[in-house]
T-cell receptor, first 113, second 112 residues
Framework: KAGVTQTPRYLIKTRGQQVTLSCSPISGHRSVSWYQQTPGQGLQFLFEYFSETQRNKGNFPGRFSGRQFSNSRSEMNVSTLELGDSALYLC????????????FGPGTRLTVT | AQTVTQSQPEMSVQEAETVTLSCTYDTSESDYYLFWYKQPPSRQMILVIRQEAYKQQNATENRFSVNFQKAAKSFSLKISDSQLGDAAMYFCAYSDNNDMRFGAGTRLTVKP
């Protein structure tokens, strides 16, 4: 089976802009979760989508949003980018919703200047 | 809130030797999973091993095994016969129906 894929792999944006990241889960997986990884805060849970519905949400501002399509592919959007949003954004998929094990993609490196 | 603590920022092991990485967690939930993930320098996070809280038997995957102490809320990872390819950041993770939390990670160096 193909693994989790994320596009784009690298992105440079300017403060105030918005960005959309994409994630394709492993075939047959219905849950997609998003994480932010930074040197200072480590790995932080953003949200989980299951069957096109947001099932769980971490402690992030409303500028961070997401959605899931009927084929389980997911997108994450960050509006009004801030310098502190620079991070590696990881997507993970699972055959079922939390707490089952998740399989991660390679990540999207976002740099905000 | 659930927390995961990895008290060893860095560890080092000689090739072919055994090393144990520590992890403690805090939760009031009774139903949860615990995981160890490995993140090599290439950045792809890889699942190493998982443990369901309701199972008393410690999980084992080839050279990787865990020591799960539910009452003490401890979940350590033992790597036997360490190989150069084991060098990576190792993250302990906790998951329940509503949350997924990671520890800060332990950087493992394997010396030839």
């Amino acid at each position: 089976k193909a693994g989790v894929t994320q596009t784009p792999r690298y992105l440079i944006k300017t403060r105030g802009q918005q960005v959309t990241l994409s994630c394709s889960p492993i075939s047959g997986h219905r849950s997609v979760s998003w994480y932010q990884q930074t040197p200072g805060q480590g790995l932080q849970f953003l949200f989980e989508y299951f069957s096109e519905t947001q099932r769980n949400k971490g402690n992030f501002p409303g500028r961070f949003s997401g959605r899931q399509f009927s084929n389980s592919r997911s997108e994450m959007n960050v509006s009004t980018l801030e310098l502190g949003d620079s991070a590696l954004y990881l997507c993970a998929s699972s055959r079922d919703s939390l707490p089952y094990e998740q399989y991660f993609g390679p990540g999207t490196r976002l740099t905000v200047t | 809130a659930q927390t995961v603590t990895q008290s060893q920022p860095e560890m080092s092991v000689q090739e072919a030797e055994t090393v144990t990485l520590s992890c403690t967690y805090d939760t009031s939930e009774s139903d949860y999973y615990l995981f160890w993930y490995k993140q090599p320098p290439s950045r792809q996070m890889i699942l190493v091993i998982r443990q369901e809280a309701y199972k008393q038997q410690n999980a084992t995957e080839n050279r990787f095994s865990v020591n799960f102490q539910k009452a003490a809320k401890s979940f350590s990872l033992k790597i036997s016969d360490s190989q150069l390819g084991d060098a990576a950041m190792y993250f302990c993770a906790y998951s329940d129906n509503n949350d997924m939390r990671f520890g800060a990670g332990t950087r493992l160096t394997v010396k030839p």
